[in-house]
């Protein structure tokens, strides 16, 4: 990793041509006035070859304000990229007052002696005088061609590039990559990533393993049985029996709780619903907790954050299921098993530092007292004696255990846990200005010993496209601004262990060069909306490209972007690093109105496959475009495309609605929109601005650009939650996530504590978020001051 971080002592944002660098020659040894001077060029080059496709771009947030320079009054200065005007190049030049004087010469001195003469020096002064303006006017138009080649190159950059993915080399990626994942160990399918990404021409792709610590399923089945009638189940309903046990022996195995305890318990079966705090506070009202079973529901609420509620009330087991209720009516899924994580992220043997050679090992089994199972809602129906069908006129019943009614279960789980290799494909393409500026893009590929569903393959096939479009590029001599790193991760089953290990390992480097991280995890889970969830720096972004695409197609769904918890390998890069992140993905409508948090089951057995809810692969396509759009526009803008006042106005709405003692919270909020407002109008204007832009004082806007978020990553969370608070628990809610629970907290415990806890960790967010917008403007002004 240390080999791609060069750090660059004159980092001007400049585009240059590859083919016109001798050999040997290295970007950081420009004069800086050259630098100026080609960026100068290429600003007036883009205006005067800006496509009217692109006046589109207008921003939806009514708070935002058009920040107007009066020279150059038709710009839109809230966008970060740089607008279109509707001034050419020349109009500008003859308004200014120095344009004649520019090109005029003195006129020769009148001799009295010989008027012809006179008359004809005079007549051929005008005509130099002429000729002089003309050269000038057309010097100015012609030689900013040859030094802006990249620069022209992004105007139609994208599209020339990602017009050829195509849906159908997609298709074909996917089946091939399905058909590896019977593969005993996830070798086989790294190798073929990697082979594949060097093949497109990326760069050093290397492997990068980790041994570490996974929790497999055991020898044999879990099972639960009814202590009354002594009937024993499977986790899929069925009954115990050897033949069972054949037929589906790999649905059975794989029925479970990564990282649960294991062992055996015999208790009475509570019903906790969806094991909120209003849940468990009803209960411990009528019934003795301690060391009970309780039968919970999937979804609403964070599995961990759920879990540690019910552990703390004594709880000794739990049994997990799925209401049919909570799942779209064409998801038949009452007798799919599924598997979930109770690992919060990475190594559990090394939590907090990389499985390297030579770490120090802990003994971490299990991650949790409780003994968790995974069961089908076929199971809850016989073990609560309801019927399989509890629709009744289109009204589906939610299942229930009747508060009267008494089960005892007996439970038993069985896992071991071993050290296994986990693996991670890397490959680098290297920038041409800025390669110590990193934009991560990750998939991820299926990992041995965890379910097989097919998210993996969309994940893979998708990234693969990207790369093929992008290494056609540039192998006619075109390479990005910043360098772009493609990451398919291993251990994503077990906690995003694969993505942890390697940003544990190289914290310190993507602490300070990594600028933005595209997820590409499970991008097909439905087929009938677009759903994108971005950072709120880069929310406009994400509009942007969304109504761009969608003025490409017949039908246009309205823009659907929030700042949610996701499931996936962006965890560590926006709950550690602070990173700005994006994400595209289709979603079923149903399932975006039903509970939050159902993802973090994983089905052995998907009921609709990734081809029968895209059968043509368009959603792929669109999916890796959209994707590839706001990777290259990250990649090459010289002002990254992030937006400030987005972040404040964002913390603001978090702060709305009937919550106490958040009146201290509004002051600091107003007073950072203040400092974020100030900061985009009095920086994003000259460094937008070709005139004032300075390439050193680029770099430091850009520095401080992709640092935003850090100011809101706080150290102490509920299990389950973001440590980054700009990110809510889903988009139902719009308040801080970590101030939403501190109100649940009181009340199980009737006590202020955690509130006032929870109010210092937001204002302290806020407050460092406004100290270092006020410290940056600071900083730009004395630099300012200092050149002058």
Same mark, same amino acid.
């Given at each position: 990793?240390?080999?791609?971080?060069?750090? /660059?002592?004159?980092?001007?944002?400049?585009?240059?041509?590859?083919?016109?660098?001798?050999?040997?020659?290295?970007?950081?040894?420009?004069?800086?006035?050259?630098?100026?001077? $080609?960026?100068?060029?290429?600003?007036?080059?883009?205006?005067?070859?800006?496509?009217?496709?692109?006046?589109?771009?207008?921003? *939806?947030?009514?708070?935002?304000?058009?920040?107007?320079?009066?020279?150059?009054?038709?710009?839109?200065? *809230?966008?970060?990229?740089?607008?279109?005007?509707?001034?050419? =190049?020349?109009?500008?030049?003859?308004?200014?007052?120095?344009?004649? !004087?520019?090109?005029?010469?003195?006129?020769?001195?009148?001799?009295?002696?010989?008027?012809?003469?006179?008359?004809?020096?005079?007549?051929?002064?005008?005509?130099?005088?002429?000729?002089?303006?003309?050269?000038?006017?057309?010097?100015?138009?012609?030689?900013?061609?040859?030094?802006?080649?990249?620069?022209?190159?992004?105007?139609?950059?994208?599209?020339?590039?990602?017009?050829?993915?195509?849906?159908?080399?997609?298709?074909?990626?996917?089946?091939?990559?399905?058909?590896?994942?019977?593969?005993?160990?996830?070798?086989?399918?790294?190798?073929?990533?990697?082979?594949?990404?060097?093949?497109?021409?990326?760069? *050093?792709?290397?492997?990068?393993?980790?041994?570490?610590?996974?929790?497999?399923?055991?020898?044999?089945?879990?099972?639960?049985?009814?202590?009354?009638?002594?009937?024993?189940?499977?986790?899929?309903?069925?009954?115990?029996?050897?033949?069972?046990?054949?037929?589906?022996?790999?649905?059975?195995?794989?029925?479970?709780?990564?990282?649960?305890?294991?062992?055996?318990?015999?208790?009475?079966?509570?019903?906790?619903?969806?094991?909120?705090?209003?849940?468990?506070?009803?209960?411990?009202?009528?019934?003795?907790?301690?060391?009970?079973?309780?039968?919970?529901?999937?979804?609403?609420?964070?599995?961990?954050?759920?879990?540690?509620?019910?552990?703390?009330?004594?709880?000794?087991?739990?049994?997990?299921?799925?209401?049919?209720?909570?799942?779209?009516?064409?998801?038949?899924?009452?007798?799919? @098993?599924?598997?979930?994580?109770?690992?919060?992220?990475?190594?559990?043997? !090394?939590?907090?530092?990389?499985?390297?050679?030579?770490?120090?090992?802990?003994?971490?089994?299990?991650? @949790?007292?409780?003994?968790?199972?995974?069961?089908?809602?076929?199971?809850?129906?016989?073990?609560?004696?309801?019927?399989?069908?509890?629709?009744?006129?289109?009204?589906?019943?939610?299942?229930?255990?009747?508060?009267?009614?008494?089960?005892?279960?007996?439970?038993?789980?069985? !896992?071991? !846990?071993?050290?296994?290799?986990?693996?991670?494909?890397?490959?680098?393409?290297?920038?041409? @200005?800025?390669?110590?500026?990193?934009?991560?893009?990750?998939?991820?590929?299926?990992?041995?010993?965890?379910?097989?569903?097919?998210?993996?393959?969309?994940? @893979?096939?998708?990234?693969?496209?990207?790369?093929?479009?992008?290494?056609?590029?540039?192998?006619?001599?075109? =390479?990005?601004?910043?360098?772009?790193?493609?990451?398919?991760?291993?251990?994503?089953?077990?906690?995003?262990?694969?993505?942890?290990?390697?940003?544990? *390992?190289?914290?310190?480097?993507?602490?300070?060069?990594?600028?933005?991280?595209?997820?590409?995890?499970?991008?097909?889970?439905?087929?009938?909306?677009?759903?994108?969830?971005?950072?709120?720096?880069?929310?406009?972004?994400?509009?942007?490209?969304?109504?761009?695409?969608?003025?490409?197609?017949?039908?246009?769904?309205?823009?659907?972007?929030?700042?949610?918890?996701? %499931?996936?390998?962006?965890?560590?890069?926006?709950?550690?690093?602070?990173?700005?992140?994006?994400?595209?993905?289709?979603?079923?409508?149903?399932?975006?109105?039903?509970?939050?948090?159902?993802?973090?089951?994983?089905?052995?057995?998907?009921?609709?496959?990734?081809? %029968?809810?895209?059968?043509?692969?368009?959603?792929?396509?669109?999916?890796?475009?959209?994707? /590839?759009?706001?990777?290259?526009?990250?990649?090459?803008?010289?002002?990254?495309?992030?937006?400030?006042?987005?972040?404040?106005?964002?913390?603001?709405?978090?702060?709305?609605?009937?919550?106490?003692?958040?009146?201290?919270?509004?002051?600091?909020?107003?007073?950072?929109?203040?400092?974020?407002?100030?900061?985009?109008?009095?920086?994003?204007?000259?460094?937008?601005?070709?005139?004032?832009?300075?390439?050193?004082?680029?770099?430091?806007?850009?520095?401080?650009?992709?640092?935003?978020?850090?100011?809101?990553?706080?150290?102490?969370?509920?299990?389950?939650?973001?440590?980054?608070?700009?990110?809510?628990?889903?988009?139902?809610?719009?308040?801080?996530?970590?101030?939403?629970?501190?109100?649940?907290?009181?009340?199980?415990?009737?006590?202020?504590?955690?509130?006032?806890? $929870?109010?210092? %960790?937001?204002?302290?967010?806020?407050?460092?978020?406004?100290?270092?917008?006020?410290?940056?403007?600071?900083?730009?002004?004395?630099?300012?001051?200092?050149?002058?």
């Amino acid at each position: 990793m240390s080999r791609h971080e060069i750090p /660059g002592k004159k980092m001007a944002y400049q585009k240059v041509n590859a083919d016109q660098r001798a050999p040997g020659h290295s970007q950081y040894l420009d004069n800086d006035d050259l630098q100026a001077t $080609a960026l100068d060029l290429e600003w007036d080059m883009e205006k005067e070859l800006e496509e009217p496709g692109f006046d589109q771009f207008q921003l *939806d947030s009514a708070e935002n304000q058009n920040l107007e320079n009066p020279e150059t009054a038709d710009l839109n200065l *809230d966008s970060i990229q740089p607008a279109t005007s509707p001034k050419g =190049r020349f109009q500008r030049l003859q308004e200014e007052s120095d344009y004649v !004087t520019r090109y005029t010469r003195s006129a020769p001195k009148s001799n009295p002696c010989n008027f012809c003469r006179l008359l004809k020096i005079l007549c051929t002064a005008t005509i130099l005088f002429i000729l002089g303006i003309l050269i000038g006017y057309y010097a100015h138009k012609n030689c900013p061609s040859n030094a802006t080649t990249s620069g022209t190159l992004d105007l139609h950059l994208y599209q020339e590039i990602l017009k050829t993915i195509q849906a159908e080399d997609i298709k074909k990626s996917f089946r091939n990559l399905v058909q590896l994942y019977k593969s005993e160990d996830d070798t086989e399918i790294s190798k073929k990533i990697k082979s594949h990404w060097t093949s497109l021409g990326l760069e *050093d792709v290397q492997f990068v393993n980790y041994s570490v610590l996974l929790n497999l399923p055991g020898p044999s089945a879990s099972s639960v049985s009814l202590s009354s009638s002594g009937q024993c189940f499977h986790p899929n309903g069925q009954p115990c029996s050897e033949e069972a046990r054949k037929h589906s022996s790999q649905d059975l195995l794989y029925s479970y709780a990564a990282y649960s305890a294991k062992g055996t318990l015999e208790a009475e079966v509570i019903d906790v619903s969806y094991g909120n705090a209003d849940d468990l506070k009803r209960i411990q009202k009528m019934k003795n907790t301690t060391n009970k079973i309780a039968l919970l529901k999937l979804g609403k609420l964070p599995l961990l954050y759920k879990l540690s509620l019910l552990e703390k009330a004594g709880f000794g087991g739990v049994l997990l299921y799925i209401d049919p209720c909570d799942l779209p009516k064409t998801a038949n899924l009452s007798y799919d @098993t599924f598997m979930v994580s109770l690992n919060p992220g990475g190594d559990p043997s !090394t939590p907090g530092y990389p499985s390297v050679d030579g770490s120090f090992r802990q003994n971490r089994s299990n991650l @949790t007292s409780l003994l968790v199972q995974p069961i089908s809602a076929s199971l809850v129906a016989k073990l609560i004696s309801s019927p399989n069908s509890r629709t009744k006129n289109s009204v589906c019943s939610p299942l229930e255990l009747p508060n009267n009614d008494q089960r005892i279960v007996s439970m038993q789980i069985q !896992t071991v !846990t071993k050290f296994k290799t986990v693996t991670n494909v890397v490959g680098y393409l290297k920038g041409l @200005t800025s390669p110590d500026r990193y934009i991560i893009v990750g998939s991820h590929h299926h990992t041995a010993y965890s379910y097989y569903g097919q998210e993996w393959a969309s994940s @893979t096939a998708i990234i693969t496209a990207f790369i093929r479009a992008l290494m056609l590029r540039v192998k006619r001599g075109w =390479r990005p601004d910043r360098t772009i790193v493609f990451c398919s991760w291993g251990g994503t089953a077990f906690g995003n262990i694969g993505s942890y290990e390697w940003g544990e *390992d190289f914290r310190k480097v993507l602490q300070r060069n990594v600028v933005a991280y595209i997820s590409l995890h499970s991008p097909i889970r439905g087929n009938s909306s677009l759903y994108s969830v971005a950072s709120p720096s880069l929310q406009q972004l994400v509009v942007e490209k969304n109504n761009f695409n969608c003025s490409r197609r017949a039908k246009c769904q309205e823009t659907n972007v929030s700042s949610v918890q996701i %499931e996936g390998d962006a965890d560590y890069f926006i709950n550690h690093l602070g990173i700005p992140t994006v994400q595209f993905a289709y979603e079923d409508i149903t399932a975006l109105e039903g509970p939050s948090f159902l993802s973090e089951a994983l089905f052995l057995k998907r009921a609709t496959k990734i081809e %029968e809810m895209d059968p043509f692969f368009h959603l792929h396509e669109t999916i890796t475009k959209l994707s /590839g759009e706001v990777i290259l526009q990250i990649a090459n803008e010289p002002v990254l495309p992030f937006n400030a006042l987005d972040i404040a106005i964002e913390v603001q709405n978090s702060l709305k609605g009937d919550q106490p003692y958040t009146h201290q919270l509004l002051a600091l909020a107003s007073r950072l929109r203040e400092s974020a407002e100030l900061f985009q109008s009095d920086e994003m204007r000259p460094a937008n601005d070709p005139k004032e832009r300075i390439p050193v004082r680029v770099r430091m806007l850009n520095d401080i650009l992709q640092d935003m978020e850090k100011s809101f990553l706080v150290e102490q969370v509920p299990p389950g939650f973001y440590r980054n608070i700009l990110y809510h628990l889903d988009g139902k809610t719009s308040q801080f996530s970590i101030l939403l629970e501190a109100w649940e907290h009181c009340k199980l415990l009737a006590s202020n504590e955690t509130i006032q806890e $929870a109010l210092s %960790e937001v204002l302290n967010s806020i407050n460092s978020a406004q100290v270092y917008f006020k410290a940056g403007l600071d900083v730009f002004d004395s630099v300012f001051v200092g050149k002058n």
